[in-house]
């Protein structure tokens, strides 16, 4: 039973709800609205094993970090080594590589049905880059962060190319029938995918200042450490700017649109709470504050998720 709950917190389970959720609401409340009918039986099978192959690559990544960072783990997260500890090191890596397979196959499989062959080429492309940022690319600068970025935004995106880029073949009617407004569509996956990225971008670096012990240890270049801790607290600022800039566009036009109910999530659950975020990360200066603040960004997250539910209408 130990064994079991160590690999759920080795293959980081809520995060992996955090894809789930994310995909799930972006299909049902994003995309499914936009189309004259429902999807079919069919399609949301296919969609299924989407997320299944999502679930699959992001844990093999999770597990090949766990892999490769033990000794720096146990520095800057002591309580929460899983590897050699519960599970042998052997193993993890046969599960990395099990789960990546799995990831593959399922996405092959989708592929064949939808003809959207971009999405086993970028899952591939996935599981490549996460296996090399966690040999490499996490010890350099930035490069490291932005790749996990991109691969969140990914999340969106695939479901994007699933079901935007591909009605023809999913639904097998034509497409002039269907009274899709495919640029709104187009809107809301860069909206959603943007702040995804941007987000996530944040808090990456937020952990970069929460693990500097252990990555000098270790001789990682990342942010705080090559710029400096005030540098790095500034980049951080600019995009939490950035990110609260267009949410306030975003704001503003639901507002003027007449969605007051939009305009006001946007406001209390994104906007301010980066205003707060911002205030705390000016004061912040010891690996709890960054932890805190880590937590923080996260649950911006997480609104940003749930505005599907309130914001499929708007944009």
Not at 8 to 35: A, G, H, K, M
Not at 60 to 81: E, L, R, S
Not at 97 to 122: D, H, R
């Amino acid at each position: 039973m130990k064994t079991l709950a160590a690999f759920f917190r080795l293959v980081r389970w809520p995060n992996l709800l955090f894809i789930i959720l994310t995909q799930l609401l972006f299909f049902y409340f994003v995309y499914s609205p936009l189309l004259s009918t429902l999807p079919s039986i069919k399609v949301q099978i296919l969609f299924f094993i989407l997320i299944l192959a999502s679930v699959c690559i992001a844990a093999a990544g999770y597990i090949i970090n766990d892999y490769f960072d033990i000794q720096i783990d146990a520095i800057n997260k002591p309580n929460k080594v899983v590897i050699n500890k519960y599970i042998k090191r052997r193993w993890a890596i046969i599960w990395h590589w099990i789960l990546s397979v799995i990831g593959i196959i399922l996405s092959l499989y989708v592929c064949s049905k939808t003809n959207a062959w971009s999405i086993l080429f970028f899952n591939v492309i996935c599981v490549i880059a996460l296996w090399f940022y966690s040999t490499t690319f996490k010890k350099k600068l930035l490069i490291g962060n932005i790749i996990i970025a991109a691969l969140t935004a990914w999340v969106i995106l695939v479901v994007y190319l699933f079901a935007g880029a591909n009605l023809i073949s999913l639904h097998g009617f034509n497409i002039n029938n269907l009274h899709f407004d495919e640029r709104r569509f187009f809107k809301f996956s860069v909206l959603y995918a943007g702040f995804a990225f941007i987000a996530t971008l944040i808090r990456e670096v937020i952990k970069d200042l929460e693990d500097m012990e252990g990555d000098r240890k270790y001789d990682c270049n990342t942010m705080p450490i090559a710029w400096g801790v005030p540098a790095t607290k500034v980049f951080v600022a600019v995009w939490v700017i950035v990110a609260i800039a267009a949410l306030s566009i975003v704001q503003l036009y639901a507002w003027q649109s007449g969605w007051w109910f939009a305009a006001l999530y946007l406001l209390s659950l994104l906007i301010f709470p980066l205003f707060y975020l911002l205030k705390k990360l000016y004061y912040a200066g010891s690996s709890n504050n960054y932890n805190e603040l880590s937590k923080i960004i996260k649950l911006i997250i997480l609104a940003g998720i749930l505005s599907m539910i309130f914001l499929k209408s708007s944009v």
